[in-house]
């Protein structure tokens, strides 16, 4: 069993187009986050969710919008894709302590975004 | 916000040689992990470390949370310890707190 799956694992697409990527986790989890991977290797996360409601929103074009239809799944919705959106997009979950920080998080196997 | 330094950013190892990877963290933490990425892009986690010693197999961490920092040890290296390492860092403070990563250290293993 899968505990953290994306879809699709590649996506290929050219400029302009809106693309989603789909998250599920079936650890139990209550915190879900994305990820994006430059070409670099770093990591940097783009959103949290916390039993579905927004809780970490960093500084991300607002072209990109999360959706958690409940707290198994995080979904990534990317409208008018641009080529310097071409990365890897890791979906992540953890068992949140509330206000006390986060446990250990896994991760999904990346979905590689490339913008043409 | 929390600031992660690994060292060294790059590392190449005989097989069989044992290495030290080193993060360096600004704050305390309530969560410290390692991982590994694989050749292949996966993210595979070694250790949940935020204070202590933990060993797996060849694989060992430790983070002495008093003075801001954890070490991965790999001892008797493989070629498929290959990859880059993360160290990633929550802080201890109040409300939900992102976990960051560091750099990472890209290790290659030469037969």
């Known amino acids: 069993d899968t505990a953290v799956s994306q879809t699709p694992k590649y996506l290929v697409t050219q400029m302009g187009n809106d693309k989603s990527i789909k998250c599920e986790q079936n650890?139990?989890?209550?915190?879900m986050y994305w990820y994006k991977q430059d070409s670099k290797k770093f990591l940097k996360i783009m959103f949290s969710?916390?039993?579905?409601?927004?809780?970490i929103n960093e500084t991300v074009p607002n072209r990109f919008s999360p959706k958690s239809p409940d707290k198994a799944h995080l979904n990534l919705h990317i409208n008018s894709l641009e080529l310097g959106d071409s990365a890897v997009y890791f979906c992540?979950?953890?068992?949140?302590?509330?206000?006390?920080?986060?446990?250990?998080?896994?991760f999904g196997q990346g979905t590689r975004l490339t913008v043409v | 916000g929390i600031q992660v330094e690994q060292s060294p950013p790059d590392l190449i190892l005989q097989e069989g040689a044992n290495s030290t990877l080193r993060c360096n963290f600004s704050?305390?933490?309530?969560?410290l992990q390692w991982f590994h990425q694989n050749p292949w892009g996966q993210l595979i986690n070694l250790f949940y470390?935020?204070?202590g010693t933990k060993q797996n197999g060849r694989l060992s961490a430790t983070t002495v949370a008093t003075e801001r920092y954890s070490l991965l040890y790999i001892s008797s290296s493989q070629t498929t310890d290959s990859g880059v390492y993360f160290c990633?860092?929550?802080?201890?403070?109040?409300?939900?707190?992102?976990?960051?990563f560091g750099i990472g250290t890209k290790l290659q293993v030469i037969p």
């Open positions: 992540a979950s953890s068992q949140g302590r509330g206000q006390m920080g986060n446990t250990e998080a896994f």
């Open positions: 650890l139990g989890h209550d915190t």
């Open positions: 969710y916390n039993n579905k409601e927004l809780i």
């Open positions: 704050d305390s933490v309530n969560n």
């Open positions: 470390i935020p204070s």
């Open positions: 990633a860092a929550a802080p201890h403070s109040g409300g939900y707190q992102k976990v960051t």
